[in-house]
């Protein structure tokens, strides 16, 4: 069941100085002594899981910085179906478009805080501050390169190769919180958005995670967290080369 959108009363126009993952985020490139500024273009939300964050084809008014917990992003059809394309965690902007309407819908897998700037803020923003600007067209390019990655993976990748590089990007794009959780893997989506974003089906998901198990190239299960035994081995695995 989707919830709605809940905002967080009281502005705290000092939480830019004291935010944990600005420099994970757009938000870096904007210095200290403008953060106030920052701050006022936006409002921090607080969201639980399942609340719809963008309906896709719905006007593109607002946009979001998640600053914590993971949103999955979808494109749907007349008929009800759905596609999960990505998962955005923390440092990821989400709304931003040409067009007038959002051309994908969002969720939150998890407990989920974003910063929301409406448009107008926003193009003020990018007006004033062109090194702004800059690190959204960055955030942009590293999107582009992400869907021709998964392109890649739906068009041409077996199902071990592509739950390898799953579970690869989800390793490199955590932020570590403390040394020696490099090899940690963060799962809070449900097997069944897994096997959605992969093209594969719930048992050959399991299968496989199974099986990268009995090889020793991870360990743990989902809900705990999965670590990563031989990031070297996932990575062969994942660019198609494990037994080069």
Request: aromatic share 4%; with cysteine; net charge neutral.
């Amino acid at each position: 069941m989707r919830r709605r959108l809940v905002i967080n009363g009281g502005e705290d126009m000092h939480r830019c100085l004291v935010c944990e993952i600005r420099d994970q985020s757009v938000c870096r490139a904007i210095d200290d002594d403008d953060l106030v500024v920052l701050a006022k273009s936006s409002k921090q939300l607080s969201l639980p899981p399942n609340t719809t964050l963008i309906e896709e084809g719905s006007s593109a008014t607002a946009f979001f910085n998640v600053t914590a917990g993971t949103v999955k992003l979808f494109k749907s059809l007349p008929d009800g179906r759905r596609q999960i394309t990505g998962f955005a965690d923390v440092g990821h902007f989400l709304g931003l478009t040409n067009a007038g309407t959002y051309s994908f819908g969002a969720e939150t897998v998890d407990t989920v805080q974003v910063c929301r700037f409406m448009r107008p803020q926003l193009e003020t923003l990018l007006a004033d501050y062109p090194q702004f600007e800059r690190r959204l067209l960055a955030e942009v390019t590293d999107e582009l390169a992400e869907a021709q990655e998964q392109m890649l993976l739906l068009g041409r990748k077996t199902a071990r190769e592509r739950v390898a590089s799953f579970l690869l990007a989800r390793m490199i794009h955590r932020p570590c919180q403390t040394t020696g959780e490099e090899n940690r893997v963060s799962l809070p989506m449900t097997r069944v958005d897994i096997a959605d974003y992969l093209g594969l089906t719930i048992e050959t998901v399991s299968r496989t995670i199974s099986a990268l198990r009995r090889d020793h190239i991870i360990t743990g299960t989902d809900h705990h967290g999965i670590r990563v035994l031989s990031p070297s081995r996932l990575r062969g695995l994942a660019s198609g080369q494990e037994n080069a």
